[in-house]
C-alpha cells in the first residue's frame, strides 16, 4: 500500500507499478529540458552502437580462427541490432497515435527493402568488381566496404538526434471547458 505522500502510481501493462506520466505541456522547464535530453539521446545512443559494430564485424571478416570470428560477429551483431527497438520508438513518436502503426510498417519495409533486397545485390556486385584486385578474398573487401554503411547510419543518427524534439509528436492541449461534461 502505497504511502499517503507518495504520488499516485498506475500500473504500466505488464503488471509492474510506473509513476503517471506528466504531457510535455506540463513539465516543468528542468523536466522539459532533461525529455529534450532524452528523446534525442534516445536515437543519439544508437549512433554508438553502429559506431562499434562496423569495427567488430571488420576483425571478425579477417579473423585468425573460426571461435574468434564468431564471437567477434556475435558481438557485431548485438551491437547492430540495439538499435531497433529506440529508433522504431521515435519514429512511432513522430506522427499522430492514429498514424503509429502504418508508420512502423512503412518504416520496417523500407529498411528491409534497402537491406536485403539492395544490399545483398550491392556486396555481390561489389565482389565481381573487386575479383581482379583480391581473388577469392573479394567477397571479404566487399563486406569490408559495405560496413562503411553503418559509419553513414552513425552520422545520420547524430544528425537525426539533433532535430528529433522539434518532430516529436506533441498532442494539442485542451482548450478550457473540452472534456468537462457533467
Do not use: K
Not at 571488420?58 to 547492430?80: C, D, S, T, V
Not at 510498417?105 to 536485403?116: E, H, K, M, Q, T
Request: with cysteine.
Amino acid at each position: 500500500m502505497p504511502e499517503p505522500s507518495s504520488p499516485p502510481r498506475e500500473a504500466n501493462g505488464r503488471g509492474v507499478a510506473a509513476a503517471p506520466r506528466q504531457p510535455a505541456a506540463q513539465l516543468s522547464p528542468q523536466s522539459a529540458s532533461s525529455a529534450r535530453f532524452r528523446r534525442g539521446s534516445l536515437v543519439a545512443a544508437r549512433a554508438a552502437p553502429f559506431s562499434c559494430a562496423a569495427p567488430a564485424f571488420a576483425l571478425g571478416l579477417f579473423a585468425p580462427n573460426l571461435y574468434l570470428a564468431w564471437a567477434l560477429f556475435a558481438i557485431g551483431q548485438m551491437l547492430a541490432l540495439a538499435w531497433l527497438g529506440p529508433v522504431i520508438s521515435a519514429v512511432q513518436h513522430i506522427v499522430v497515435p492514429s498514424m503509429r502503426a502504418t508508420t512502423s510498417a512503412s518504416f520496417l519495409f523500407i529498411n528491409n527493402l534497402i537491406g536485403i533486397a539492395f544490399g545483398i545485390f550491392f556486396l555481390g556486385w561489389l565482389s565481381d568488381r573487386m575479383r581482379a584486385a583480391h581473388g577469392e578474398a573479394s567477397l571479404q573487401y566487399s563486406i569490408l566496404w559495405g560496413l562503411g554503411f553503418y559509419l553513414l547510419s552513425a552520422a545520420i543518427y547524430f544528425a537525426a538526434s539533433r532535430r528529433l524534439e522539434r518532430d516529436w509528436y506533441h498532442p494539442p492541449r485542451a482548450q478550457h471547458g473540452e472534456g468537462d461534461h457533467a
